[in-house]
């Protein structure tokens, strides 16, 4: 009988204002390909959301899923100001480092894909192609305001089912999933904690989050614009067709503008989809594995 795939825990120092913290990431593939695909995940999610695209795509790429600092297996931060997209870009910089990689594909769901866009617009990156999944320079208020509901609250839950039904109702956004695919997807999401769970992250990510003034999102609007006009490489972008976050006017204008990135809408989907239905792993499979 086959053993089923997993992936391989390992760490990365990176540096911060107050010195060192490791980084997490899950390692999938034979780890000499040169073919390496980087997947990076969303505000409070973590690497192992994207399990079941690793697993399809782990015999043509040594494929890397970090855990952003704050979160999953990685180090929470004594400054949590350090929380922020520059930040994460500099530790993706030692991660590619450590990865000793030439050229690099790039999956980011939201976060991540700030994360992926900061990368590709640094004067010789090594990225090759880039999947943004439900994220552009714009992003709707009224998607920040539903994130802040929630974000860094204090939680506790009894049950891996308890929790499960938990992220569930904020989560509506992902799509359809059957019950066994959305365990899957909290399982990572859950620390022991005593006779229970909590989230797995820092709740310290919420405060440079509810920092944002009108005037900081506007001049970070600008930044990633600029970001997004300087690509010269192909651009994948997914949307949830119904998604809060990636208002269709933005989407649109990203197919028009800078690397004019090839869209596709799934239906019945919001913020963000998951990579987990086959037909959202075909698309993404079908750019990356092009000639």
Same mark, same amino acid.
């Given at each position: 009988?086959?053993?089923?795939?997993?992936?391989? =825990?390992?760490?990365?120092?990176?540096?911060?204002?107050?010195?060192?913290?490791?980084?997490? +990431?899950?390692?999938?593939g034979?780890?000499?390909?040169?073919r390496?695909?980087?997947? #990076?995940?969303?505000?409070?999610?973590?690497g192992? &959301?994207?399990?079941? $695209?690793?697993?399809?795509?782990?015999?043509? +790429?040594? #494929?890397?899923?970090?855990?952003?600092? *704050?979160?999953?297996?990685?180090?929470?931060?004594?400054?949590?100001?350090?929380?922020?997209?520059?930040? +994460?870009?500099?530790?993706m910089?030692? !991660? $590619?480092?450590?990865? &000793? /990689?030439?050229?690099?594909?790039?999956?980011?769901?939201?976060? *991540?894909?700030?994360? %992926?866009?900061? #990368?590709?617009?640094?004067?010789?990156s090594?990225?090759?192609?880039?999947?943004?999944?439900?994220?552009?320079?714009?992003?709707?208020?009224?998607?920040?305001?539903?994130?802040?509901? +929630?974000? *860094?609250?204090?939680?506790?839950?009894?049950?891996?089912?308890?929790?499960?039904?938990?992220?569930?109702?904020?989560?509506?956004?992902?799509?359809?999933?059957?019950?066994a695919q959305?365990?899957a !997807?909290?399982?990572p999401?859950?620390?022991?904690?005593? &006779?229970?769970?909590?989230?797995h992250?820092?709740?310290?990510?919420?405060?440079?989050?509810?920092?944002?003034?009108?005037? $900081?999102?506007?001049? %970070?609007?600008?930044?990633?614009?600029?970001?997004?006009?300087?690509?010269? $490489?192909?651009?994948? =972008?997914?949307? %949830?067709?119904?998604?809060?976050? =990636?208002? &269709? /006017?933005?989407?649109q204008?990203?197919?028009?503008?800078?690397?004019?990135?090839?869209?596709?809408?799934?239906? %019945?989907?919001?913020?963000?989809?998951?990579?987990?239905?086959?037909?959202?792993?075909?698309?993404v499979?079908?750019?990356?594995?092009?000639p």
């Amino acid at each position: 009988m086959t053993e089923p795939l997993a992936p391989r =825990l390992r760490h990365v120092q990176c540096l911060d204002s107050r010195g060192l913290h490791r980084m997490a +990431y899950w390692e999938w593939g034979d780890p000499a390909n040169r073919r390496v695909l980087v997947c #990076v995940h969303g505000l409070s999610r973590q690497g192992r &959301d994207f399990d079941t $695209l690793a697993a399809d795509l782990c015999q043509h +790429y040594r #494929v890397v899923c970090p855990d952003v600092v *704050g979160r999953g297996q990685s180090d929470w931060l004594a400054d949590p100001m350090g929380y922020a997209i520059p930040a +994460y870009v500099a530790d993706m910089v030692t !991660l $590619l480092a450590r990865l &000793d /990689a030439e050229t690099v594909d790039w999956v980011g769901t939201s976060m *991540g894909g700030l994360i %992926g866009l900061g #990368v590709a617009a640094l004067p010789r990156s090594p990225l090759r192609r880039l999947v943004l999944n439900d994220v552009g320079p714009s992003i709707e208020p009224a998607s920040l305001a539903r994130i802040g509901t +929630y974000l *860094g609250l204090p939680v506790h839950w009894s049950t891996v089912d308890e929790a499960a039904d938990a992220l569930w109702a904020i989560s509506q956004g992902f799509g359809p999933h059957t019950r066994a695919q959305w365990l899957a !997807l909290t399982r990572p999401q859950l620390a022991p904690d005593g &006779d229970g769970f909590r989230p797995h992250y820092d709740p310290a990510i919420a405060v440079p989050f509810r920092a944002i003034t009108p005037e $900081l999102a506007r001049a %970070g609007e600008a930044a990633l614009w600029a970001a997004y006009d300087s690509l010269r $490489l192909p651009v994948l =972008l997914l949307r %949830g067709a119904d998604s809060d976050l =990636l208002s &269709d /006017a933005t989407a649109q204008a990203m197919t028009q503008r800078g690397p004019q990135a090839r869209l596709h809408a799934f239906a %019945g989907v919001g913020h963000a989809p998951m990579l987990v239905q086959p037909e959202q792993r075909q698309v993404v499979r079908e750019f990356l594995l092009a000639p």
